[in-house]
């Protein structure tokens, strides 16, 4: 018999599939979704289509428990019940054979039972937020997860032998109490996407240089203090954010991260980099904002794709000329530091849009910058400049000149006068000779002004 069938997307509450047969007619349910209707339990409409349903969304109810008859929808491939009062997931679960995706995130689940090991099918797992301690060895025999999320959870440790979900491609483990990773992960080979951040690691988990195909990798908000050269045989590795932690030093093997596009070491204790961060030719974002860098190294020149750099928040009193080099630049922020000039070269960077100098010691401007002729926001508020160069004219596409934190408009006029000693022509106006507000008093409030 052919069935003319109708699928439908998550539409409307309850909406049915009709399937029209040549012998007669009957009402094929395949997809039913109660999102956000203020129930409080499972609707016994439900269990009228058992035979046929193949995705559920019960999302942001107040459902406090899952009945049992819900288990003998065994079609079920999806099952999404986040955002609701669940304190447990029923050890009858293990009757839906077929179930590929489950979310059970924002609830009150505390454990996972024990025969959730035979869910064989299941792909994804959504289970973040909810106060889950540990998970059940049978967890690991989920032979076919390519997708865990579990942040926001209790876990502090993993099992043993959690290597054995060896299809797992993304796993998120953000804000947990983890201070280790069991050997076995080295048989993730699939894994591209972990994170780890916000947990209680104080080194790097020696296992990670194993899993050779990670490409992105978070460890921010731990308690590393340094990174190790391992990380430089993570060939394939493109994202790496390992801010907020109390990182001293950089090794030079980093420069094996070839593949790296973006480098996040913000808010650590770095004192200089290495020289061999300038080998990372594919790096597109670069941020060691809120460091105690006093200098860059002249390699960084040679970074030849950057388009954002952040080195705010250090105690630089020089950039390296070799900063012109940067002809990808967008964005540049060197708030915070001590810089009493800026390199002539920078006017080579001439693709930056946003450059910020904040909170400097800057005097003078050196009139290349007048060569950044896509410059549209230029933040150099307390400072101790005194004019800004004529060339400062042929910044057409200027649209935000910020020369102090209580500026009322974005673009201020300029007016044309002779320096009373060079005699050349600058730009000023009342706002100048700047008075720096001093070293004192500096906070993230401060970081832009107020239009």
Known sequence: VQCLEMTTKRKIIGRLVPCRCFRGEEEIVTVLDYSHCGLQQVPKEVFNFERTLEELYLDANQIEELPKQLFNCQALRKLSIPDNDLSNLPTTIASLVNLKELDISKNGVQEFPENIKCCKCLTIIEASVNPISKLPDGFTQLINLTQLYLNDAFLEFLPANFGRLVKLRILELRENHLKTLPKSMHKLAQLERLDLGNNEFSELPEVLEQIQNLRELWMDNNALQTLPGSIGKLKMLVYLDMSKNRIENVDLEISGCEALEDLLLSSNMLQQLPDSIGLLKKLTTLKVDDNQLTVLPNAIGNLSLLEEFDCSCNELESLPSTIGYLHSLRTLAVDENFLPELP??????????????????????????????KLRVLNLSDNRLKNLPFSFTKLKELAALWLSDNQSKALIPLQTEAHPETKQRVLTNYMFPQQPRGDEGKSSSEISPKN
């Open 344 to 373: 002539r070269e920078i006017g080579s960077c001439k693709n930056v849009t946003v450059m910020s100098l904040r909170s400097n010691k800057l005097e003078f401007l050196p009139e290349e910058i007048g060569q950044m002729q």
